[in-house]
């Protein structure tokens, strides 16, 4: 998708900022408690943009496959995991169309990716079919109804970012996507955006957990 072309070479830059470290680690934490990695566990990063969690996955001893339709998106990708020299499978392609065989993976990751997809029931359809039976599915989503939501859904932000051409879901949405094979969904960074930086902390996060819906869910399904 050419609009997140035009994003590769700023998308990390987030990530460099306070804010950004503490959601990265808000999140990375609620998808790992449920993805529960282990050495060897061959794991598909779908939508994996610049390789955030495909390397954090290596790093673990994973064996990992990144798929992404940002060609910019991987060429930063393969740059960041070959400077930390780890042996990451970076593939470009469509989410709804993915060239891996039926059964193929032990567990697929998706985070903040479903929210951009014109096909989101084919999307779904071909996450489960690559994964192995037994096999988990751990999908991270902007939460529309929490204050994320509505500053993604703002129109002075969607002016100049891809949310222009996001679909964020509700708990009550996800909740209905292959229903009989879900297991949880983990609410978490109830930290909201207008936060000042010396207010940032994990202390404040369970404060917030008080007033705020969490910005991001995390969805876990179990194939049978």
């Known amino acids: 998708m050419e609009i997140f072309d035009l994003e590769s070479q700023n998308y990390d830059s987030w990530y460099e900022t306070k804010l950004g470290h503490f959601v990265d680690q808000i999140e990375t934490q609620a998808v790992f408690d449920l993805l529960t ?8 990063d779908v939508g994996c943009g610049t390789g955030n ?4 996955l290596a790093k673990l001893n994973c064996i990992v496959t990144g798929i992404d339709i940002s060609e910019e998106m ?13 042996p ?10 993915m ?10 990751i998706s985070v903040a990716v479903l929210e951009f997809v014109n096909n989101k029931a084919k999307a779904f359809e071909e996450i489960f079919r690559v994964v192995k039976p037994k096999g988990k599915i751990v999908v991270g989503f902007l939460n529309k109804e929490s204050p994320w ?3 993604y859904l703002s129109d002075e932000f969607q002016k100049n970012t891809v949310f ?24 978490t960074l109830f930290t909201p955006p207008w936060i000042s930086e010396s207010e ?3 202390e404040k996060e369970k404060e917030f957990s008080k007033k705020y819906n969490g910005g991001f869910l995390v969805a876990l399904w179990m194939k049978k």
């Open 37 to 44: 990695p282990e050495e060897n566990m061959k794991i598909l």
């Open 53 to 56: 969690y495909s390397i954090k």
């Open 74 to 86: 991987l060429k930063i990708a393969k740059r960041k995991s070959e400077a930390e020299q780890l």
């Open 88 to 97: 990451i499978n970076f593939v470009h392609g469509n989410i709804e169309s």
């Open 99 to 108: 060239p891996f065989e039926s059964n193929s993976f032990d567990a697929v």
């Open 149 to 151: 939501g509505e500053l």
């Open 164 to 187: 222009k051409y996001a679909y964020l879901y509700t708990r009550e949405e996800i909740s209905k996507i292959y229903s009989e094979e879900l297991v949880t969904i983990k609410e």
């Open 200 to 202: 940032i902390s994990l």
